[in-house]
């Protein structure tokens, strides 16, 4: 059996795939072990699982909190900015400290979050085969498919490929910054220097990613190595959150989420509150933590309850709409159990998220710079009275249902296992749909 090491994200939406693998693997026998901040430690040790601190000097115990805070404040070319400062210091402890606890622990695999651009890097020096886990919207480019960031719809004309193009230009030099301390590093160490960011640091063996196929846009330059697995979900980690079940009388349910991290724009949820008080509806409004209070908001309408956490998943399966941010996480779990969605994009990978469901057909999506009340509930109306919406999320569902994600990931992570480090192609599948 192998020792497998996960060079872990420490968002909650990126750690908790991780870990619904990492547990399967180690039902198969194998050992993970996990690399991460010391603010991941808890959630990660309290799974079972073993746990290695590194970057404690940039992100010592209880600044990540503070740090998520402000980038929940932030949006547009601000939230950027904010993101860019907190990788570079990521990266540069990564560099500092993990090749030496890696070959410590002398692994035969390790999983990089595709978010961690560096860790093909640290693999590579350490000659450790790597499989990349793409627990967010996967960012590998083809000239059809629009960059991640942006509410473009996936098009084929010859505008729309040179309009990719120059947002994938675009991308380039908003990331300059990571790429050249990624090639500082590699020129130190005597590797190849990278091109580019994010195709040169994906493993040639194989990329997990957990969207569905039928979420994704077609693929026509997608290796047989890339491979759409479905969500990454383990039940047995689900976190036990009190609510108040008796308050639901069976009037249709609305669920509203905007995630753990863009969580602390207050005039997105008072439009929430706004939009729905008319409605016949009953909602739950889920602050995500502790970013924002529910005595900020007052009294709300009876038919309205705000909280700071929910039990997410057993509420959007008994929800009649979900209003999101287009994190791709509430995105699954609406998908999951056949619920249509009205998305508000606020950062990140978001708006590429949303536009998938758009496609797919179970999402209307509401630019957050164009959010008002009005238009809001306008939305949510649509979304209500047109049964088309919630026809393509239970097709979604039936897609869903019919994968066994973890399994196959773990199945794919097998095969790599007996290719080793000669970077032969695993099989596999990606979509075409």
Known sequence: MARI??????????????????????KQGHEPIFFSLPDTSIRITGAGLAFIPYGEAAYPAGSLRVKLQKAA???????????IERTMSLFHAGFEELPLLLDKERL??????????????????????FVSLVNALPVNREDSVPPWNTLWPFETSEAAIERNRHGWAAFDRAYAPLLSLVNRQREFWDLPLHTN??????????????????????????????HLVGPLRDEQLS?????FWEWLDGRPLIYASCGTIQNRLENVFRMMIEACAPLKA?????????????????????NIKVVPYAPQRLLIERATLCINHAGLNTVLDSLEFGIPMVSIPIASDQPGTAMRTKRLGAATVVPVAELSAARLRLEIQSVLANS??????????????????????????????????????????????
Request: proline content about 6%; some cysteine; glycine content about 6%.
């Open 388 to 433: 088309s919406y919630r026809e393509a999320a239970q097709a979604a569902a039936k897609e869903i249902a019919k994968l066994d994600p973890v399994a196959e990931a773990v199945r794919i992570i097998e095969r790599v296992l007996s290719v080793g480090n000669n970077y032969e192609r695993v099989d596999g599948g990606h979509s075409d749909s």
């Open 197 to 226: 960011l994010q195709e040169d640091s994906f493993s040639r063996l194989a990329q997990l990613c957990q969207i569905p196929p039928s979420l994704e846009f077609p693929r026509a330059q997608a290796s047989n190595t890339f």
């Open 73 to 83: 404040e932030l949006t547009g070319e601000a939230a950027h900015a904010y993101y």
């Open 5 to 26: 090491g996960f060079i872990a994200h420490y968002a909650t939406g990126h750690l908790d795939p991780s870990m619904s693998l990492a547990r399967s693997l180690e």
């Open 282 to 302: 009953q909602t739950i409004i889920s602050l995500g933590g502790d970013a924002l209070s529910p005595a900020l908001f007052g009294s709300v309408p009876p």
């Open 108 to 129: 035969d695999l390790l999983v990089v979050d595709q978010a961690h651009y560096h860790g093909s890097t640290i693999a590579e020096h350490l000659k450790v085969p």
């Open 239 to 243: 976190r036990e959150v009190p609510f």
